[in-house]
């Protein structure tokens, strides 16, 4: 049971996998599969964020003073990276399923598609 | 001179971006300052390639550490392991670096012309230069998280890129679908870096190949890293989003995106190679690599046999040459845990994959321009619509002649040099490889004979009487690429012994690698 | 929604927000926050005048021809000061030890010095005009977008 408690934020990342996969597989409306998008991104960055984590650690901010341990810098440096990252080609996913909308007037995968073969 | 030298990695990288945010504000006062502008900085560009490359021939990896106290200081003295962000030039990335800066040149210099009915030019030139950007970081770069980074730059401005013309459905339709797939598969690649981190607090890859303990989290992150890398350069299984995606895309890009999917090709390569190495079961990624090339060779051409579009069938063929190049690297990598197999050849074929991706990226991205000259001035991609414009449109013809002879591998063209490398490799692994080879070559062969029969030959139409060859800024672009695609036909040996076999060692050698950034600093 | 109750908050609460953001870019280098950080928190004052005032007076002040001259002005600032440093290497840390920017922090719990880190501060300032630029037109645009043509195909 410990086990399941220590190791909590990595089941919440593979739980928001799932659901994220989930979601990109199954859902036809555009909105959502850029949802189930943005929820895989947001498991990506638990985990950068989880695996920095030790315990009795404080945040790693200078001036809390020479201590005995930090939580490591590192990963929240590239989770913000992500961050950023994720805000950027989810503005842009958006902006390209209004010009969809614009011109088929559908926000439904299987309708929308002009192109085959 | 020596200072150019010493920061030709970075600058690199450097000259693109800081052009890309020049580009806008000359933008708003001069369109022909603006142009003028992006073609020098990628002349610019081109300049600081060949010297990092001549410098690399001559005197073996460099090494630049961003913000210490010289560039060459990988780990500072009270540390063990490097810390700061290290670019590391070896003969790989000098091939890429020298493949993608002329392909961003021809494409610039012909997107002069077949930009200029659109509207938002300086957003173009913007996309166009941050694409190069991504391109040359993923190629010098020693740091898995900053190839992420690199590769999430190239992801998005290749989707604004692909999405460009936003009256054309297909075209935003073509840019949705490879953001998705390029997000996706870019969150996988951090996955795998957020794995190497956890086990060996480190970002560098000779750092983590260094340290390396091939556990099951390795696996799993090479899972991660080849599904990743695999789906960005278009392979088959995940090369569906590939004609969607490029058959839309503006004229004078078209070159540059094939360019950037070969750079994830390479970086799919370097992770393989060099960070990896002989530690892992090579049996089985190798032939992993080689069943990807061969799946992915076989259905690009038959997919393409079928096709009206111009366009869209030589997109098709940028999937099946990318299986040969699969190919090739795939048997080196099967066999490199043998000396014997390597020299006898492991190390030709590794040579044949990329030297067949320079090949490449020149007469292919030739191709896709002049599918896309034959749209400018006839206004359709359709082949069931065009006919005899070999008479109006000669330089068109001729250089779709020399494009069509070297994909299809005649001799002399630069194309069979690089297939008969890959075959003779290939045969001494298994035959059957070789067969299946040539017989997606001859496919090939038939399916441009058709379009040039549609396309430039048989009696000309009356409705395209009147059409005039292509301006001139598309016949430089076409040109340089042409000039390549002759040079590198009409001097092979020197060509392969002077760039490809010395990107195949650096490839191999892993452990030269490894001590260019831990071993002394 | 534009009713009199939403307007009135929103010309209270838009100057705390935008206060707000200058901290957290301002004081990136010693505590918590940053360019992104700060300039997201700025940004969303843009969104918050959108819903609050109506997109197409928003865009009549925040011009989109501007917000791309800043965005571009704050990238040049930031590779300008990477490219600062190049008499040593690229992105050196120039200002370590001057009297711009050059205290070295000190240990313990203290009033925070944000005389400290160098370029650190200049490079969280220049990507805080981009990003204030860039999310501000993202947001315009989007809004624009969905009033501009209204329902009709």
């Known amino acids: 049971m410990s086990l399941i408690l220590q190791n909590m934020p990595f089941l919440a990342v593979a739980a928001l996998i799932c659901v994220s996969l989930y979601i990109m597989m199954t859902q036809r409306n555009l909105i959502k599969i850029v949802m189930g998008v943005t929820i895989f991104q947001s498991a990506v960055n638990l985990f950068l964020v989880a695996l920095g984590y030790r315990s009795d650690g404080v945040a790693p901010v200078f001036t809390s003073g020479p201590v005995e341990l930090m939580v490591l810098p590192v990963p929240q440096a590239l989770t913000l990276t992500s961050i950023v990252i994720g805000v950027s080609t989810t503005a842009l996913m958006l902006s390209l399923i209004i010009l969809i909308y614009r011109h088929t007037g559908e926000t439904d995968a299987e309708k929308s598609r002009r192109v085959k073969g | 001179m020596d200072a150019l030298v010493l ?147 190239l992801s998005i401005s290749g989707a604004a890129l692909a999405a460009f013309r936003t009256r054309f459905v297909d075209a935003v339709e073509g840019g949705f679908k490879y953001l998705i797939v390029s997000t996706v ?235 008969l490398m890959i075959y003779e490799a290939s045969y001494h692994l298994n035959p059957m490889l070789t067969i299946i080879a040539l017989i997606v070559s001859v496919m090939t062969l038939a399916s441009f004979t058709k379009v040039f029969q549609s396309a430039f030959t048989g ?30 036909s009409l001097f092979p040996s020197q060509v392969v012994n002077g760039i490809v076999y010395p990107a195949a060692d650096a490839l191999i050698d892993q452990a030269g690698y490894v001590s260019a950034v831990m071993g002394g600093g | 929604m534009t009713s009199k109750i939403v307007r009135t908050t929103a010309q209270f609460v838009t100057p705390a927000v935008l206060l707000y953001g200058l901290y957290l870019i301002i004081h990136g280098h010693v505590s918590s926050g940053g360019g992104f950080q700060g300039g997201a928190v700025f940004a969303s004052s843009a969104a918050l005048l959108v819903v609050a005032f109506g997109s197409e007076r928003v865009s009549s002040l925040l011009q989109e021809h501007r917000l791309v001259a800043i965005s571009c002005s704050g990238a040049l600032m930031f590779i300008g000061l990477a490219f600062a440093g190049m008499g040593t290497t690229f992105f050196f840390n120039l200002f370590a030890g001057s009297p711009l920017f050059g205290n070295v922090p000190a240990y313990g719990p203290n009033p925070e010095d944000i005389w400290t880190g160098g370029t650190v501060p200049l490079m969280n300032i220049a990507v805080a005009l981009n990003v204030v630029a860039g999310l501000s037109a993202i947001v315009l645009a989007m809004a624009l977008a969905t009033v501009k043509r209204g329902d009709d195909k």
């Not at chain 2, 038959?302 to 098709?316: E, F, N, P, S």
């Not at chain 2, 000309?460 to 059409?467: G, H, K």
Request: one cysteine or more; charged letters at 10%; a neutral charge.
């Open chain 2, 7 to 153: 920061h030709s990695p970075v600058l690199a990288v450097a000259i693109p971006l800081l052009a890309a945010f020049i580009t806008p504000l000359i933008g708003r006062m001069n369109a022909r300052a603006r142009d003028t502008f992006v073609i020098a900085s990628l002349v610019a560009l081109e300049f600081v390639v060949i010297v990092l490359a001549r410098d690399v021939w001559a005197h073996g990896i460099r090494v630049y550490t961003l913000g210490a106290l010289s560039a060459s200081l990988t780990i500072p003295e009270t540390h063990m392991v490097p810390v700061r962000l290290i670019l590391e030039v070896d003969g790989l990335g000098v091939l890429m670096a020298l493949m993608s800066a002329t392909v961003a040149l021809a494409g610039a210099i012909y997107s002069i012309a077949s930009i200029r009915p659109e509207t938002g030019q300086d957003r173009f030139y913007t996309l166009l230069l941050l694409l190069t950007v991504g391109m040359m970081g993923i190629q010098l770069t020693g740091d898995l998280f900053n190839l992420f980074v690199f590769l999430e730059i």
């Open chain 2, 185 to 419: 598969a870019a969150l996988l690649l951090l996955m795998a870096i957020a794995l190497f981190y956890g086990q060996y607090n480190a970002l560098n890859i000779a750092a983590i190949s260094h340290a390396m303990q091939y556990t099951v989290l390795d696996k799993i992150a090479l899972a991660l890293l080849a599904a990743a890398l695999l789906t960005k350069s278009g392979a088959v299984p995940s090369h569906w989003w590939v004609p969607d995606t490029y058959t839309p895309a503006p004229a004078g890009t078209s070159p540059i995106m094939y360019a950037s999917s070969l750079t994830c090709l390479a970086a799919l390569f370097r992770v393989v190679f060099s960070l990896y190495g002989v530690q892992m079961s090579l049996a089985t990624v190798g032939w992993l690599i080689i069943m990807a090339g061969v799946l992915s060779m076989f259905v690009g051409v038959t997919m393409a046999l079928r096709q009206t579009d111009i366009k869209r069938l030589m997109v098709y063929h940028v999937i099946s040459q990318e299986g040969y190049m699969l190919l090739g690297v795939g048997v080196g990598l099967a066999v490199l845990g043998d000396p014997q197999a390597v020299a006898a050849y492991g190390r030709e074929a590794i040579a044949g994959g990329l030297f067949h991706v320079i090949n490449n990226a020149f007469f292919k991205g030739l191709l896709l321009l002049t599918g896309e000259a034959l749209l400018f001035r006839l206004g359709t991609r359709d082949l069931n619509k065009m006919g005899g414009m070999g008479r109006n449109m000669k330089w068109t013809c001729a250089f779709f002649l020399i494009g069509a002879l070297a994909i299809s591998g005649v001799p002399p063209f630069n194309g069979f040099s690089s297939k």
């Open chain 2, 459 to 488: 009696p000309p139409l009356p409705e395209y009487r009147d059409v005039r060859e292509v301006p001139l800024s598309m016949k430089i672009g076409m040109g340089i690429l042409a000039t390549a695609t002759v040079v590198i």
